[in-house]
């Protein structure tokens, strides 16, 4: 599942990214529609079925994170500090929220977790600092945020960054993996926001 720079030039030259995004978003019937790709143009369109929205005051959608965020091991020499994410416009009946942090562009099947969070309270509008409630095990096999560290080809990677709002208070305890969250959130689903951030290491 690779994705490559090759996302900057014209539409007509864009890899995609992820299939179905609206589907994905108003439903989550599938955990196949996450691994799929379409471009980064059709993702960003369907911005406009999100019934809220997600920034960070760190980086802008598909911009680059920074060396702050990238992880401090496995070769890689950041801090290992998550970025800050707010949220606005709630879907009514939300009862808690779900963010997943994944990188698809990663040669893995079904892409590489960096960080799972969940039993968020329903009143939080933001995620900020490493310790965010309740965490799940991510794919480097540890509970809590772990940064970006792609190869040191150059190539861009992107990481996307999944807000669900769902209509129940409690998810599992904590150390749940990326499969155990997407089954347990299967038909709890109101609504769903997303930003990218990308990061690469040089050659």
Not at 12 to 38: C, M, P, Q, Y
Not at 44 to 57: C, D, G, K, R
Not at 64 to 75: A, M, Y
Not at 103 to 110: F, L, N, S, V
Request: proline share 6%; charged share 10%; glycine share 12%.
């Amino acid at each position: 599942m690779r994705i490559t720079h090759r996302l900057a030039k014209p539409l007509s030259g864009k890899i995609a990214i992820l299939v179905g995004t609206g589907i994905l978003i108003l439903s989550l019937l599938t955990l196949s529609l996450l691994l799929t790709r379409t471009s980064h143009a059709v993702f960003a369109s369907a911005n406009t079925l999100h019934p809220f929205t997600i920034t960070s005051p760190n980086f802008r959608d598909g911009g680059p994170l920074s060396q702050r965020n990238e992880i401090n091991r496995f070769g890689c020499t950041g801090s290992n500090i998550s970025p800050e994410l707010d949220w606005k416009n709630v879907p009514a009946g939300t009862k808690s929220f779900v963010m997943l942090m994944s990188d698809y562009d990663a040669p893995i099947a079904g892409g590489f977790h960096h960080w799972i969070v969940y039993n968020i309270p329903a009143s939080a509008r933001e995620l900020e600092g490493n310790h965010a409630f309740t965490e799940g095990t991510t794919s480097f096999g540890f509970i809590g945020y772990g940064g970006p560290c792609p190869p040191p080809t150059g190539e861009i990677h992107h990481y996307l960054f999944l807000l669900y709002a769902i209509n129940i208070a409690h998810v599992g305890e904590q150390g749940l993996n990326f499969g155990d969250v997407v089954s347990a959130i299967r038909g709890h689903v109101l609504g769903a926001t997303s930003i990218i951030g990308t990061f690469h290491l040089p050659q």
